[in-house]
């Protein structure tokens, strides 16, 4: 039985997405992990519904995110029918297509026989008849990059999505698609990118400033460099922990003393702010401004909550600015 909704939204900060009308929450939920053939779906029912109780109106899937691939999509929708898409207008649900989905030349990349024929599937797996945004996951070296945006400007005149965006693109791969979209008129909103405090690079390569000052939003997914951002390794790796339990997305290799090391000195601050570790991560993502909504995943809907209590103290001052960067800064 979910809340009302009067007190669902006085517990979420919502952001104009770019140059847009819409709005998206300061947290949105992605299902790349926890929602699989492999999981509880009593234990993914109860994460939306807790994630929707308490503002959280974005859910972030794709194709492929399972295991098995299509599978999150699929349990999406199955929590759909099961109550939540009774408030389908009040929800932005966006998927995405670009990586390797079946067996073929037309099960990847960005050709528009892929993206459509992704997104009819999609949407049926969601039993949806469309969604809000509807990305390019990954830029494609060998398709025209107009063929993938004129392909994204048609789902949109189809009705299929509200807007686009793209994943994974740098600041000259965005530049370049924004300047297609805009000769097409086409809803150009968002671009998706990795980014927290131990990985930079939409700093480095231009693109949040490029975002900021062309009406573009930027949605951030792993903020929490896959858990290492934390109190789970303040004493090392547990065995429990996803290093050891699945190596896909991060190694033992990389939890070094030299980041351990960063990693005790930050949640050290984060104690002194009344954080945790996670929470200030999560608000230094959205410190100034620049950034629309942070994507967090859960395994449990406990998880959620900490994560949007970060919205207690989400100001820094100059100085703890300063000290996070010379801690970022030790070798």
Known sequence: MYIAKETRYDKMQYNRCGASGLLLPAVSLGLWHNFGSNGSFTNMAEICQTAF?????????????????????????????????????????????????????????????????????????????????????????????????????????????????????????????????????????????????????????????????????????????????????????????????DGRFLQESAVSEEVLCKIRALNELAKERGQSLAQMALAWILRDGDITSVLVGASRASQVLDNIGMLGNMQFGEEERARIERILAQP
């Open 53 to 245: 109780d308490h503002g959280i109106t974005h859910f972030d899937l794709a194709n492929n995110y399972g295991p098995e691939p299509g599978a999150a999509e699929e349990n999406f929708g199955r929590i759909l029918r099961k109550g939540l898409g009774a408030y389908r207008d009040e929800l932005v649900i966006s998927t995405k297509a670009g990586y390797d989905m079946w067996p073929g030349p037309y099960g990847d990349w960005g050709s528009k026989k892929y993206l459509v024929a992704s997104l009819d599937q999609s949407l049926k797996r969601m039993g949806i008849s469309y969604v809000d945004i509807y990305y390019h996951h990954r830029p494609d070296p060998m398709t025209p990059l107009e063929e993938t945006a004129r392909a994204l400007d048609g789902i949109v005149r189809s009705g299929k999505a509200l807007y686009v965006g793209v994943s994974n693109y740098n600041k000259e791969q965005t530049e370049a698609v924004a300047g297609l979209f805009r000769e097409m008129g086409t809803p150009f909103i968002i671009n998706q990118r990795n980014y927290s405090m131990f990985v930079r690079d939409i700093e480095s390569d231009g693109l949040k400033d490029y975002a900021a000052g062309h009406g573009i939003g930027i949605i951030t997914f792993c903020p929490l460099a896959q858990g290492l951002l934390t109190d789970r390794y303040l004493q090392g790796i547990p065995m429990d922990s996803r290093i050891k339990t």
